[in-house]
């Protein structure tokens, strides 16, 4: 399990990256995994593989488009995209980032994925993440991933909550 302190200046560098992409250029990445967070020589991480990027906003009529390509890494993809409807590209590149944090932090990925009925059941019970801690964890991790994997879009975190969680502000110590 990696560091809580190092792996929050990880997940900081890379929501950094993804709010500049959301809120600035109105891209949505769409394959957020830990296989495209690349770290250079100092350390620092760096967001890659933006084969399944768009520009998901219309800035004429002010609207997110939402998407119907369901693409990105079966572990990381939001319950939207698993039963084939329309998404908000930006709330499924938070849902990946919940999936990537548990992931750092726990030595292992939230949902099991080999069976979609299955992967999906454990995505919408909300009391099946609780079981998939390894270590004990401060509530305001927990809150952060559970806000981040909230089945319902119009609930779930956005990129800009993980920025603005004490666990980020405070560099990983908001537990202490």
């Keep these: 399990m990696l560091d809580e302190k190092l792996t929050a200046n990880w997940i900081a560098q890379v929501s950094e990256a993804l709010s500049y992409l959301h809120n600035s250029l109105f891209i949505a990445h769409r394959d957020i995994k830990l296989e495209n967070i690349l770290l250079n020589d100092q350390n620092e991480a760096k967001l890659s593989d933006f084969g399944f990027a768009v520009k998901a906003y219309d800035e004429e009529t002010e609207t997110i488009e939402l998407s119907k390509t369901f693409c990105g890494s079966k572990p990381y993809q939001c319950p939207q995209i698993i039963k084939r409807v329309k998404y908000d590209p930006y709330k499924a590149d938070a849902w990946a980032m919940g999936v990537l944090i548990f992931g750092m932090l726990n030595d292992r990925l939230p949902f099991h994925t080999n069976d979609k009925n ?50 980020i502000k405070k560099k990983g110590n908001c537990c202490q």
């Design 118 to 167: 299955q992967f999906f059941n454990e995505q919408k019970d909300p009391k099946y993440l609780g079981t998939r801690y390894k270590k004990e964890f401060c509530e305001h991790i927990k809150q952060l991933i559970a806000g981040l994997l909230t089945v319902d879009e119009s609930k779930r975190f956005e990129i800009n909550d993980i920025l603005k969680s004490d666990w």
